[in-house]
């Protein structure tokens, strides 16, 4: 069984700074996918980022990029430029490589990471 | 842009009654999921659907079922409720069953009391 982890309840960070998000995961499979997903007040859940795990080069997009260390299994998500409205609580997923191809179409979430952007 | 439409977005039970979620796929997309969020906990999977075929199924309660219809729109009907089932119900859609990007609706809180 796979297992996500996320050891930050809470962050907090000043506005224009950088932030590090943590996760881990735990998983015998070969191939398959990690998520960064952002659920602020609205309770809304956005896709922030996404990566195949058979990519080396680390995904980016915009103000987050992600360190992707297959072999520890860790997938950190680095907020540049904090902005007030990255207030949110984010979650770390996994999905499984389908076997003969494609997702499993089923997200496993971290128990998320609370972070507050400060003015 | 159209998003992932889910009916009703708050409802009040009384245990052992039966509720009925919606979801209203983006159009064109082919895959539904749903996932139960309880007070303070991540997301859970409980159940997807591809072309009306049921795709996966996570740790849905067997008093739980869901369908998927021609129009691609899906139901989740929950019975026998208990105080427990109160959780926010995420449904979510993809087009094609190997897309990855999956686009979540607002949810449907539903509290049982």
């Known amino acids: 069984a796979q297992t996500v982890t996320q050891s930050q309840p809470e962050m907090s960070v000043q506005e224009a700074e950088t932030v590090t998000l943590s996760c881990t995961y735990d998983?015998?499979?070969?191939?398959?996918?990690l998520f960064w997903y952002k659920q602020p007040p609205s309770r809304q859940m956005i896709l922030v980022i996404r990566q195949e795990a058979y990519k080396q080069q680390n995904a980016t997009e915009n103000r987050f990029s992600v360190n992707f260390q297959k072999a520890a299994k860790s997938f950190s998500l680095k907020i540049s430029d904090s902005q007030l409205g990255d207030t949110a609580m984010y979650f770390c997923?996994?999905?499984?490589?389908?076997?003969?191809?494609?997702?499993?179409?089923?997200?496993?979430f971290g128990t998320g990471t609370l972070l507050a952007v400060q003015p | 842009a159209a998003g992932v439409i889910q009916s009703p977005r708050h409802l009040i039970k009384e245990k052992r009654e039966t509720a009925t979620l919606k979801c209203y796929p983006i159009p064109r997309h082919d895959t539904v999921y749903w996932y139960q969020q309880g007070p303070g906990q991540d997301p859970q999977f409980l159940i997807s659907?591809?072309?009306?075929?049921?795709?996966d199924k996570g740790s849905i309660p067997d008093r739980f079922s869901a369908q998927q219809f021609s129009d691609y729109h899906s139901e989740l009907n929950m019975s026998s409720l208990e105080l427990g089932d109160s959780a926010l119900y995420f449904c979510?859609?993809?087009?094609?069953?190997?897309?990855?990007?999956?686009?979540f609706g607002q949810g449907t809180r539903l509290t049982v009391v």
């Open positions: 979510a859609s993809s087009r094609g069953q190997t897309n990855t990007e999956a686009f």
């Open positions: 997923a996994f999905m499984k490589h389908r076997e003969y191809g494609g997702a499993t179409n089923k997200l496993i």
């Open positions: 998983t015998s499979e070969n191939n398959y996918y």
């Open positions: 659907f591809y072309e009306k075929m049921q795709s």
